[in-house]
């Protein structure tokens, strides 16, 4: 027997009842054509192999054509653009179609696309991925053309994502897609306790490790954001005025050098609170507490009580410089004092704790103390700008305010030292007293003084001798010492001996004329 329409022929020529048995195998040579070889083999375990002699498997097709494999064709008998060309089902005994792979045309004759199904336990068959006509992926719903592979959920139970794992099963985990079936946000989620790496060109620009911070350059950041390079660190914020290599703000990190620019024609604010504290101007204008940049330095608003504070470990100090020369510093030259000092650190001025003012000295052994090289400067000089030449130079007052005494200018170029000595402050007055003797107790002396480099002689007094006859005139007591055991000098004021000098004239007087008279 040759061909397997013969084959139907002889059973029904002969009209056979029952079945036909066949042992063994049964073959045949030929489907319609004339081959010698054996095309189709059907063994007694009811596997059945097409141009395979001996068939492992159930179906088993080989190609007798050198390096080739072995085809299966299903077609479609029809032409649609959108019918099915054929389906391979799996399925059991009791359902025929678990799974299945359906071949569909694509929108055309001439493309087609491959839908992949399976039937959950107690549901329908269902597609689960599809590879379109032009090779993209689509996982759980339609590929999308502009994508290799679309992953999408369900919208209400499950997640459009994908799972990573570094072992069959348990290992770490990777997933990536979106953050719940129902939510529109993103999700890249390393679960274990690891680290999310993103290179480019196979080298590692950025990392996230187990604990959030993340890395820019480095590969172990120790801080929430940590961005380092080789060479200079840069980080660059644009916005709407471009985003050229001059634009936007930038922070470099060169060696142990830092650099904050904004690159565009504006100014840099600071903000705490929600309020802007600080204002650096395009012009180089520095404001502290205002907007004001009139100025190089602004500081405070129109009632504010702004103060600043400059502190080091012993001194604490601001320069004022004009160019490159001139500095004067402003602060403190020790525990709670102010000075103001020259560029090589001499003092200029000072005020110390207890409110004494040195000018020229550091002593502050007086309220006021000034020290001059009196050769080159005058020591105090008081101007009146006042054009009818009158007014005080200095006043002096007692604790309550009143007036002691005063230097007031009384001409164009003359001015009076002045003592307290209206009525109204006296009491007590009397002319009757004895002047004569008491000026014949004054000892005028000649002397010169010690300190003295050319020994010039003068006409005085000794100060504890006038003391005794004129005591108003001296000031201090005879041969006094401080704690230190160092001298008190005693002073004397020469004018308040002019009173007695006066009376005694006036007695001298009367009794020259009682002599006159006589």
């Known amino acids: ?64 054509i050198a390096n080739a ?10 032409s649609s ?27 055309s004759t001439t493309s087609g696309k491959l839908e992949f199904n399976t039937e959950p336990n107690g549901g329908a068959i269902e597609t689960r991925m599809t590879i379109a006509s032009d090779g993209n992926v689509g996982i759980g719903g339609t590929p999308d053309s502009a994508f290799r592979l679309s992953v999408n959920g ?46 480019t060109n196979d080298t590692e620009r950025m990392r996230i490790d187990g604990s959030g911070n993340v890395g820019i350059g480095t590969s172990s950041p120790d801080e929430v954001l940590h961005i380092h390079s080789g060479s200079i660190t840069r980080l660059k914020i644009t916005g709407s005025s471009g985003q050229g290599e001059d634009n936007g703000i ?65 001194q604490y100090r601001l320069g004022l410089q004009n160019g490159t020369s001139n500095l004067v510093w402003l602060g403190s030259g020790g525990a709670d004092n102010f000075r103001i000092s020259n560029s090589s650190g001499s003092t200029m001025f000072q005020i110390n704790s207890s409110g004494n003012v040195g000018i020229g000295d550091n002593s502050n052994i007086a309220k006021l ?75 005028p002396v000649r002397f010169n003084f010690i300190a003295d480099a050319d020994d010039t002689t003068v006409d005085g007094f000794i100060a504890h001798e006038v003391q005794s006859v004129v005591p108003e005139a001296i000031t201090g007591t005879h041969n006094e010492v401080d704690d230190d055991g160092n001298p008190v000098y005693q002073g004397i004021d020469q004018s308040k001996l002019v009173p007695l000098l006066v009376k005694t004239i006036q007695e001298l007087e009367a009794r020259i004329t009682a002599l006159e008279g006589a």
């Open 81 to 107: 653009t959108t019918g099915t060309f054929g389906t391979l089902h799996f399925g059991n005994n009791t359902d025929t179609s678990l799974a299945s792979i359906r071949a569909k045309a694509d929108g």
């Open 250 to 314: 930038k922070i470099f990190q060169n060696g142990v050098n830092t650099t904050i620019a904004n690159g565009d024609n504006g100014y840099m604010r600071f903000f705490t609170n929600n309020t802007e504290r600080m204002r650096l101007a395009d012009g180089g204008q520095l404001s502290l507490a205002t907007t004001d940049a009139t100025h190089g330095f602004n500081v405070g608003q129109s009632g504010t009580d702004f103060r600043g504070r400059f502190q080091g470990n012993n």
């Open 154 to 199: 369900d919208g209400s139970n499950e997640i459009g994502a994908t799972q990573y794992r570094n072992a069959s099963s348990g290992g770490n985990v990777f997933t990536c897609g979106m953050l719940s079936a129902t939510s529109s946000s993103a999700l890249l989620n390393v679960v274990s306790n690891a680290n999310l790496v993103i290179k």
């Open 369 to 443: 103390m000034i020290e001059s090289n009196l050769s080159s400067y005058t020591g105090v000089n008081v101007k009146n700008n006042n054009s009818n030449n009158s007014g005080a130079f200095v006043n002096f007052t007692n604790s309550s305010g009143t007036q002691a005494g005063s230097i007031t200018h009384n001409g164009s170029t003359t001015v009076a030292y002045n003592t307290s000595s209206d009525h109204r402050l006296k009491e007590n007055v009397t002319a009757d007293w004895d002047a004569t003797t008491r000026l014949k107790q004054l000892n």
């Open 1 to 64: 027997m040759t061909r397997a329409r013969d084959i139907s022929n002889v059973i029904t020529d002969a009209n056979l009842g029952g079945t036909l048995d066949v042992s063994g195998a049964f073959t045949s040579q030929g489907i319609d054509d004339n081959a010698d070889a054996t095309a189709i083999t059907i063994t007694s375990d009811e596997k059945v192999g097409i141009n395979a002699s001996s068939p492992a498997r159930q179906l088993t097709v080989q190609n007798t």
């Open 69 to 78: 494999g072995g085809e299966l064709g299903i077609l479609s008998s029809d």
